[in-house]
């Protein structure tokens, strides 16, 4: 979780304010609401390391003063909640998934999303080799799930030919890159 932060904080550092209107890969966000999803993510996963309920009902508008800075501090809380090994023992009330998966689904976010965002935003991007080798098998799992939740908008997409492993994870969550 440490290093999918590290490379969606800078993302989220680089946009700039005349990109929030712009379009991203999920259809349904433009860059400030994914954006808006991803601190109300960070910040709600916090709560699930330590076993609180979960509300995603409501997105409120985090972008506010210094939010660049804010996201940077929230991962590092993230990662600080997800650090305890208590974090992962048990289940999620309310979700009713053992705590690793719940975890995963904080990884996902921050590692797909990252790329959503570097995409929108025209910004590179590296995803990190180890949590994309940790959500491959999560993701081919969880993406049936994912979807009669409504938390996968898009339909599982035909990796390319030749696709690496991101690739790959960026297929079953209903993305793909161009080549």
Not at 35 to 41: E, G, I, S
Not at 131 to 142: G, K, N, S, Y
Request: hydrophobic content about 45%; glycine content about 8%; aromatic content about 6%.
């Amino acid at each position: 979780m440490a290093a999918a932060a590290g490379q969606t904080a800078p993302i989220v550092r680089g946009v700039r304010d005349e990109q929030l209107g712009d379009a991203t890969p999920c259809a349904e966000f433009q860059v400030r609401d994914l954006l808006n999803h991803l601190f109300k993510v960070v910040h709600s996963m916090q709560g699930a390391a330590r076993r609180e309920e979960v509300d995603m009902s409501d997105t409120p508008d985090a972008l506010t003063g210094d939010w660049r800075d804010r996201f940077a501090a929230e991962t590092e809380s993230l990662i600080a909640a997800w650090s305890d090994p208590a974090a992962l023992e048990g289940n999620s009330p309310g979700m009713g998934l053992p705590q690793p998966m719940v975890g995963n689904l904080a990884l996902a976010d921050l590692t797909i999303h990252g790329w959503d965002l570097a995409t929108a935003t025209g910004q590179p991007y590296e995803p990190d080799a180890g949590a994309v080798r940790a959500l491959l098998p999560f993701m081919e799992q969880m993406a049936p799930t994912g979807r009669k939740m409504g938390a996968f908008h898009s339909d599982v997409v035909e990796a390319p030919a030749g696709a690496d492993d991101f690739e790959r994870l960026l297929a079953f969550s209903g993305r793909t890159t161009a080549r």
